[in-house]
């Protein structure tokens, strides 16, 4: 069979599991991948940061389901992925993180750029690994591959020295393992109490969160819900998969929204977690009633009772148990009575949501300038309103108003950055979303500040032809920060709280794409409507009122022991 070198077989192993991209910023101890990825299929995409490729590997794995495939250098390349590492940890992306590393020969000499980077990373990641012999490369990607993917998807990390990657040894002497983890266990017993539990309720409330997604519990889900008639709410990774305008789904379940949630949430005497954790965005499992029931479904059992006591807990896989209670409903010829049992909680719940899109269609439909920005947000939803549009939203305030505003049709086509809260995911997401679906329109919403980080991004757009349109919603400063101080501390602090007014459609124009500055609330559609139809990369400047305090900015006050004096 002759030679092969290490760099030849991290890309023969990624081909094998039928890798397409690869997010990556070159650097010399990864150029043996390089040079086998030259002449390969796989689409080598390199960014302006490597902080911006691993977070378009992770929004790639996020869409796809499958691991994302970043490839950084050593040292600095390394440290630069991390934030979007962590940010993958927390969010539990299925992504696979590939370094290069100081040559074994040269560690402890000083070398250029030597670090001891798997200790550093090792608690952001479900895995670690370091291969030091160049015929085990495609082991150790197996490895890393099935543990991203498998179980609770998270990023694992891959590190493999120079000099095994440029090495070369007999073909013959490497072994090539492939295997599949289906991760589809179920709890028969735990179906057979779950839909028990449903018959004692009287208020019920599903809440379908990431686990949902991951285990592609769509179709499952939506025939459940059909036939008990549970009313339902999605989270995170899970908005969608029951669609948002199906008359059973009250939308998000972030506390923030207005809709349903608050009255569900104080009002539900049984609660069924599917794939969703007991986080920040449950309060802690505080935002339920103490006497209420909580069932718990989840494929790793020890996330199961984080924060409160879980009455019925469930390890098991979503779509699988979701088809067994199914059965269960169906055997029993129960589905009927359930939906005659909740329809005067669905009527509730349906009053509560329109009271409170009422309390919040003042500012939705404010004719102010600057442009309120729930105005913005909302104005955005209207437009992207095909099924397969895809939505980005980065940001600290922005974020929460594009939470609060958008309508997801269909999974995976809605994105934010998670629990981890990180700022500059906007671009790379948006970017990977065009990767991912390049027949849907794609639009960024973020805020002034978030676009700062990976601002160069748009280079990247434009060199690589990835037409997203972004929409800032610049109120010339940090408002989640700006509000946050003026409510604990009673004044903000100009430094640290205000950017000042930059013209970020005119440093996009300058960059070879798309730019345009929107001031009023009427000239958002026309605005947004020329921005697509530019076919290029394109920037909407568009300048908001600094004054409204999002929902999300009052729970920063909040939290943290200082109050200010």
């Known amino acids: 069979m002759g030679n092969t070198s290490g760099g030849e077989l991290v890309v023969e192993a990624l081909r094998a599991r039928d890798v397409s991209h690869i997010f990556s910023i070159s650097g010399g101890h990864i150029n043996p991948i390089y040079l086998h990825l030259e002449d390969s299929p796989i689409e080598l995409l390199t960014t302006r940061h490597e902080q911006a490729a691993v977070f378009m590997a992770e929004a790639f794995g996020r869409m796809t389901r499958r691991p994302g495939v970043a490839l950084v250098t050593a040292g600095p390349g390394f440290t630069n992925a991390l934030s979007a590492v962590a940010n993958a940890h927390l969010a539990n992306s299925p992504l696979l993180l590939i370094s290069g590393a100081v040559g074994v020969g040269s560690e402890e000499r000083l070398d250029l750029q030597d670090m001891h980077q798997g200790p550093v990373i090792a608690p952001m990641v479900k895995r670690a690994l370091v291969c030091h012999r160049t015929e085990r490369i495609p082991e150790y990607l197996d490895l890393a591959w099935r543990t991203a993917s498998s179980g609770r998807p998270g990023p694992v990390y891959l590190e493999i020295p120079a000099d095994v990657l440029g090495a070369e040894v007999d073909a013959a002497s490497v072994t090539r393992p492939h295997t599949e983890i289906p991760s589809r266990a179920v709890d028969r017993q735990g179906a057979h109490d779950l839909v028990a539990a449903l018959e004692q309720a009287e208020r019920p409330l599903v809440i379908a969160?990431?686990?949902?997604?991951?285990?592609?519990?769509?179709?499952?889900?939506?025939?459940?819900?059909?036939?008990?008639g549970v009313p339902t709410f999605t989270l995170s990774q899970g908005r969608g998969l029951l669609p948002d305008p199906h008359p059973l789904c009250f939308e998000s379940s972030l506390p923030f929204r207005p809709g349903a949630i608050s009255a569900a949430d104080a009002g539900a005497d049984l609660v069924v977690l599917l794939g969703s954790r007991l986080s920040l965005?449950?309060?802690?499992?505080?935002?339920?009633?103490?006497d209420a029931r909580i069932v718990q479904v989840d494929t790793e059992p020890e996330e199961i009772g984080r924060n409160r006591s879980i009455d019925l807990p469930i390890a098991s896989d979503v779509r699988e148990l979701l088809a067994e209670?199914?059965?269960h409903v169906a055997a029993a010829g129960?589905?009927?009575?359930?939906?005659?049992r909740f329809s005067g909680w669905i009527a509730d719940l349906e009053k509560a949501a329109t009271e409170a899109r009422h309390q919040v269609s003042a500012m939705?439909?404010?004719?102010?300038a600057p442009i309120h920005p729930l105005r913005l947000t909302s104005e955005v939803d209207a437009f992207m309103d095909r099924e397969d549009d895809v939505v980005v939203a980065d940001g600290g305030d922005t974020q929460v108003w594009m939470g609060m505003a958008r309508t997801v049709r269909q999974p995976g086509h809605y994105l934010d950055s998670g629990l981890y809260g990180c700022?500059?995911?906007?671009?790379?997401?948006?970017?990977?979303?065009?990767?991912?679906?390049?027949?849907?329109r794609v639009c960024l919403v973020t805020g002034d500040g978030s676009i700062g980080f990976n601002f160069m991004e748009f280079e990247t757009a434009v060199r690589k032809g990835l037409n997203v349109v972004t929409v800032i919603a610049n109120d010339c400063g940090w408002g989640m920060i700006r509000h946050s101080q003026r409510l604990k501390l009673g004044h903000s602090i100009d430094e640290g709280a205000e950017i000042g007014r930059v013209p970020y459609h005119d440093l996009v124009s300058a960059l070879g794409g798309y730019g345009a500055l929107v001031e009023r609330p009427e000239d958002l559609a026309p605005a947004l409507e020329d921005a697509f139809a530019s076919g290029l990369p394109a920037c909407l400047n568009v300048m908001t009122d600094p004054e409204p305090i999002s929902p999300g900015s009052v729970a920063l006050a909040m939290v943290g022991g200082y109050k200010g004096g």
């Open 423 to 440: 700022l500059g995911v906007g671009l790379p997401y948006a970017h990977a979303a065009r990767l991912a679906h390049p027949r849907s």
């Open 364 to 368: 939705r439909e404010s004719d102010a």
């Open 281 to 290: 965005f449950h309060a802690f499992g505080g935002l339920f009633r103490p």
């Open 209 to 228: 969160g990431s686990g949902a997604w991951y285990a592609d519990a769509g179709a499952e889900l939506t025939r459940f819900v059909t036939e008990t």
């Open 334 to 340: 129960v589905a009927e009575k359930l939906r005659n």
């Open 325 to 327: 209670c199914s059965a």
